[in-house]
């Protein structure tokens, strides 16, 4: 028989906040982290805004691989309040970007190959040593899992652990995304496709999910972890049940590397197997927490993929934007979401989608404009549709749902 999969513990890291209070306060109160880049000279790049991290800590080889260690942390230590934590068979599953070396690394002095061999080596590359140290730090001896399916790659990793955890192959997860794309080589690539906003006067209101005036996605940078444990395991130790994970879906658009099928097909996909998988109808979701890039063309099109899925009840149900506040975290960007929803849903209200002042006639749901407002909601759909068309999307449940 499936077991039924808690979330027992989370860390942020994020542009508004770096620990879950403080991010869940500023996405109530709508507050965006969007600003001019500081991390190196943007000026020759059409984009010179994002949303960065205020990071006093050290730097750790890669800042993805600081923000990951530092959400686990937190994440690891709510779980094991009053001195009992999980127990039993224990793994990591994180999205994180996929690099043969640091970004920096290709941009330093003295350039590659000159400077080979004292900068890469296969333990230095981020995607393997950021899974490889958290699960060093708290003792998970099963095999790692790293994903790489780009702005999905969070969702993915969250749905993986609930994944091997309801199927009896571990007990508890460390799970979540990290990333920090904000570097010459990430930014640069971004504008190269035309991906990004040029709003560069007002960061602030640059990005602004299913309005009119969008013009790109702002990137952002950040990590989310959770701690996801058997539900029963969870209760018998005394743990404090944040959420539920209930359901996992993903799919493939076979379309585009940079935009979504215009149909919404994988979209659509993702989101009705999640469902099924937790055994619900989509009559009983009562909030979204949407992919929402402030693209011109993702925006429409998970719009009307949320019709089709929600049918007569569509303009019901709000549909929240966080990266209307934070930007776009890309690999990191499905696990700080979740830990949003989460934490709204905790708070019995919904945040708001930021910046919707001109609504696109072709985005017409309940996007809970500027502000946030109360809501009981006891399930969560959360969406993460990423470049290529790797799709995925999770069902949370409230605790006492």
Known sequence: MRRRVAVTGMGVVSPVGNDVESFRDALLAGRSGAGPITLFDPASLPTRIAAEVKWTGPIFRDRKISFALAAAEQAFGSATRGGSGPHGRGGASLGIGLELFSMEDAVADPPLPDALEDRLTFLQTPSDL????????????????????????????????????????????????????????????????????????????????????????????????????????????????????????NSFDAHGISEPHPEGRGALQAMTRALEDAGLSPERIDCVNAHGTSTPKNDPVETAALRRLLGARAKEVPVCATKSMIGHLISAAGAVEAIAAIACMEAGRVHPTINLDDPDPACDLDYVPDRARPHRHECVLSNSFGFGGQNASIVLKAADA
């Open 130 to 249: 950021c899974v490889h140290l958290i699960s060093k730090r708290y003792g998970l001896s099963a095999p790692p899992v790293t994903h790489v399916s780009a702005c999905a790659a969070g969702t993915d990793a969250i749905g993986s652990a609930f994944r091997m955890i309801a199927d009896g192959r571990r007990d508890w997860m460390i799970a979540g995304g990290t990333d920090s794309m904000i570097n010459p080589l990430g930014v640069g690539g971004f504008c190269k496709i035309r991906a990004m906003t040029v709003r560069n006067a007002e960061p602030a209101r640059a990005s602004r999910p299913f309005d009119r005036g969008r013009d790109g996605f702002l990137l952002g940078e950040g990590a989310g972890i959770l701690v996801l444990e058997a539900l029963d395991d969870a209760r018998a130790r005394g743990a404090a049940i944040r959420a539920e994970v209930a359901g996992y879906g």
